[in-house]
């Protein structure tokens, strides 16, 4: 799986984060409907896998499914088995790159400097992703692309509709957007048309 091709088609990683369980497959299926395909289920929550696992069932192909916040390979092995085809990762860790590979599985390695960026490369990276964005902002990443021209990254972390676009324009491959996509009021409301909307804005808006 070419991961660089699928960040690039799809411009938005939905980040879904310790989400109610009863109400995360409703949040998935809006988000969809809007527009928002590419999901990253976090592996932060004791359930991670199996929430992979029941979105895999419910929706198939429809959605380019990962598994986000992975710290250890038996992390992995959980996400593969339960249908991720990519992983995404908080920091850069040689031991998770090399397991990746092993498993066959694209790694998206979280990194902010340009040396754990060279590192990353170096350890096979075919993309990665910026974090948190929110601390260096849209010229940061325009400013990257000199020395590293053929970067390509996913920048994720205060990513929001209204900046979005500007990491794209500086460079990005795509962002990752979280909880600005289903508000906290929205998921107790459980108004899943605000939320299918807010994607179909969003989508819209990334994709040109």
């Not at 929706?59 to 710290?71: E, H, I, K, N, Q």
Request: hydrophobic share 50%; net charge neutral; glycine share 10%.
């Amino acid at each position: 799986m070419n991961v660089v091709s699928m960040l690039d088609q799809e411009k938005v990683v939905a980040v879904l984060r310790r989400l109610p369980a009863d109400t995360f497959l409703d949040v998935v299926r809006a988000l969809v409907q809007g527009g928002v395909r590419a999901i990253e289920v976090t592996m932060d929550a004791p359930e991670g896998a199996e929430l992979i696992r029941r979105t895999r069932e419910a929706l198939g192909d429809r959605v380019l499914l990962g598994a986000g916040t992975v710290f250890t390979r038996d992390q992995m092995l959980a996400a593969k088995e339960a249908g991720a085809t990519f992983f995404v990762s908080p920091h850069l860790d040689p031991d998770l790159m090399r397991a990746a590979k092993d498993l066959g599985v694209p790694m998206v390695p979280g990194v902010l400097t340009p040396t754990e960026i060279a590192a990353a490369l170096s350890q096979g990276a075919q993309a990665v992703k910026i974090f948190p964005g929110s601390l260096v902002g849209p010229s940061y990443l325009r400013d990257l692309r000199g020395p590293f021209k053929d970067l390509k990254a996913m920048v994720t972390g205060g990513v929001r509709e209204d900046n979005a676009r500007a990491f794209l324009d500086a460079g990005a491959v795509a962002v990752g957007v979280g909880s600005s996509l289903f508000p906290k009021a929205d998921l107790e409301a459980r108004d899943y048309a605000s939320i299918a909307k807010r994607a179909e804005r969003l989508a819209r808006l990334v994709r040109g």
